[in-house]
């Protein structure tokens, strides 16, 4: 099997920490923006109520309705992205039909400037980038229409003036997303990480175990959990000190990832304890595999201050539904089995029954 970086995180789905933690923010921040959209839209509606402005005005209250039954909505649904794109249509509807009915191309952009940031925002790049691209053709092109029906001329200048700032606002806007989204990422992909090792922690394995469980569940396929433990880990520390036992972790590491796909899922759980995930793997499969990696690990031999350190693991085995349906039962099974092979002798597999 061809090695891969031991960085690499497997392509079979996106970890649903960094996604219940995107949704995390994204709800927060909605619920000050909408609070803040209700109250301004119904300012506005007043205001252009006294003004015998009626259309603008029943619209901007129906803005704050809107906002007001998406602030009941907003932390359960799972709608999330429908919902905003549904305000900001609204929102920028509102606005473009604003400078069409009543010609007011220089103060109805000032309120279109803002598309930009708030599309960016709390759409993404992608979706909000074409919230911003349509409705900033629209602006213009009622800002053409509007100008000669006023004065019967056209003032290329403010034009201009007006889309250059549109741009600059749109560019400013998705720079700064895009630096945020990345610098979260790097953060959230840091947190998922060990730091020794460069699997992923403890922190995730339920919530991965759990998605693999789903996904196998509607395609009645099974897999399989490793739990590997180092043997004899604290005499390799005792012996050679901290910094050869930290080559150990490194070197097991390595040979995990050597011998597993790029759909496994590789955890550091402990101290020396490391569990691995093979999704669409049989018992069979996995028994072979598990036994390929504990002849390499034996094999290994690293040198450290021109000194062969020796080491083994031992290995429990369990497979899903079979051995558990859950992941405290599957997992509290390899464990077993993992007791099991060091009380026989370690340097072993133990897979249970069949």
Known sequence: MPPRSFMRSPAIMRSPAMWED????R????????????????ALSLSNLHHDVKTVSVMESCIALYCLVFLLRVQQTPYLLCWTSGLMLIIGSVIIYGMYSKGLYTDGFYWLLLMPPANLLLLGLLLGGVFTLCFGILGVAVMVWAQPALDGSLDIALLINASVSYLFLWGMSHIFELKRSQMV?????????DPMTGLHNRLHLENIFAQIAALHAKESTPFTLL??????????????GHEAGDMVLRQLSQCMTHHTRESDWLFRVGGEEFCILLPKTPKAKAIELAERLRTDVEQLHPMFHQHPIHFTVSIGLAQWPVDGGD???????????LYEAKRQGRNQIVTGRG
Request: charged share 30%; hydrophobic share 50%.
């Open 22 to 25: 995107e949704m995390a923010y």
């Open 27 to 42: 709800r927060t921040l909605l619920r000050i923006i909408l609070w803040v959209i209700a109250l301004v839209a119904f």
């Open 185 to 193: 990422r790097q953060l959230r992909e840091m947190a998922a990480r």
């Open 227 to 240: 739990l590997l433990d180092i043997d004899h880990f604290k005499h390799i520390n005792d012996e050679n």
């Open 327 to 337: 992941f405290d039962g599957l997992y509290r099974q390899a464990d077993m089995h």
